[in-house]
Each structure stands twice: as structure tokens, then as C-alpha cells.
């Protein structure tokens, strides 16, 4: 499998100094996007599921992370709506930074429509954030039983957009195991446990 090195996103607190960084309220809820901004990775269904999810919930932020040829696209139709409040396209940030914008997160979102092993994934459970998914390649491999609610097979925008939602309306408790469950699931891909299963293809 792939593998993360789980150390890097165990510092929680870098993402409330994000957060400040970016003009955020302590009281508002973030969703996340990194990836690739294409068709491919679902980058067309970001605004509408925005949309979506602000007409119902208020004081929610799409930080979208990444360039593409959807870039322009999502530029345009930002500045011509309501939505320049609540989605920032923020582009490329440095590989070394990205654990800081999982750690300012409260959903991650990834509505691809093609995957083998999506590396992001890895990264929002050692991050104990919960996400919703399109359940393509190998995503629902590496996802944990008790969250494959959050792991869709079609990619309809109501969907994504009530999972979302049902997850940053839970409670602090409901949170807490999500995060338990998905910190103790992602250490089997940690780059320990990962190694040995490399080197034993050699040996």
C-alpha cells in the first residue's frame, strides 16, 4: 500500500494559527479540498456542493487547495456569486505546509472521479479528520467499516452535500471517536509498518 508518515500531522495546534492566519472565526467550520483542481479529481463538484451546504448551515468555509485546468473556471464563477464568502482558492501550498491545513479542517471533501490510492485520505485520518468520498479505486479499501457511510458510490451533489453537513453538525463526542477510529485504522499504513512489506518483496 501506500504509506504516510504519521508524525508529520499529529500537531493540532499549527491549524488554529492557520486559521487566524487566514482570517477565520473560531466559531466557523472549515471543509477542505486538496487536490489537483480537474474534472478528474472532482474539482466541478466543489462550488454546487458549497452552495449546498451554506444554504443550510451558515459560518462554513471551502478552502480549496491545488492548480488545474479548473482553475479558471472556479475563479470565474467565485467572483460572479455569493460565493466569494464562503470558498477560497488558495493554490499550490508546499507539500511541508499541507498537515497544517488538515489541522484547520473539520471536513475533508474528495468527490474525485477516478482514484487508485488516494494518498489524501491517509493524510486526514493521521489528522483524525473525518471525510466524505467519492467511493472510487481504492477508497473504500482504506477506509474504516465504521465510516464507510461517508464513502458514496455515485456522485450526486445532495449526497455529498448531507454527509458534509452531518458531520459538522455532530457532537463533540461523536467527533472524538471518528478521530479515535481513524488514527488507530491509518497506522497500519504508517511508513514503519509499510517498510518491512517493501523490503520483504527483495529479500
Not at 443550510?56 to 467572483?79: A, D
Not at 472510487?136 to 448531507?162: C, H, M, N, W
Amino acid at each position: 500500500p501506500n504509506w504516510i508518515k504519521i508524525e508529520r500531522f499529529k500537531n493540532m495546534t499549527a491549524g488554529e494559527a492557520l486559521r487566524r492566519t487566514l482570517g477565520i472565526a473560531d466559531n466557523a467550520k472549515v471543509v477542505l479540498f486538496v487536490h489537483r483542481l480537474s474534472r478528474r479529481k472532482g474539482a466541478h463538484y466543489i462550488l454546487p456542493v458549497a452552495r449546498a451546504v451554506t444554504e443550510k448551515l451558515k459560518n462554513v468555509i471551502f478552502l480549496v487547495v491545488g492548480t488545474g485546468p479548473e482553475q479558471k473556471n472556479l475563479e470565474f464563477r467565485i467572483q460572479n456569486s455569493e460565493l466569494s464568502r464562503c470558498v477560497r482558492l488558495l493554490g499550490e501550498v508546499p507539500n511541508k505546509d499541507i498537515p497544517r491545513y488538515f489541522a484547520a479542517a473539520d471536513v475533508f471533501f474528495m468527490p474525485s472521479e477516478e482514484e487508485g490510492f488516494p494518498h489524501v485520505l491517509l493524510e486526514s485520518q493521521a489528522s483524525g479528520i473525518p471525510y466524505v468520498a467519492s467511493g472510487v479505486g481504492g477508497v473504500g479499501e482504506i477506509t474504516p467499516s465504521k465510516l464507510q457511510e461517508y464513502v458514496l458510490s455515485g456522485r450526486d451533489i445532495a449526497a455529498f452535500s448531507d454527509k458534509i453537513l452531518k458531520l459538522l453538525k455532530m457532537t463533540r463526542e461523536e467527533r472524538q471517536e471518528i478521530v479515535k477510529v481513524e488514527r488507530e485504522w491509518v497506522k497500519q499504513y504508517d511508513t514503519d509498518a509499510v517498510l518491512p512489506k517493501f523490503v520483504s518483496l527483495f529479500q
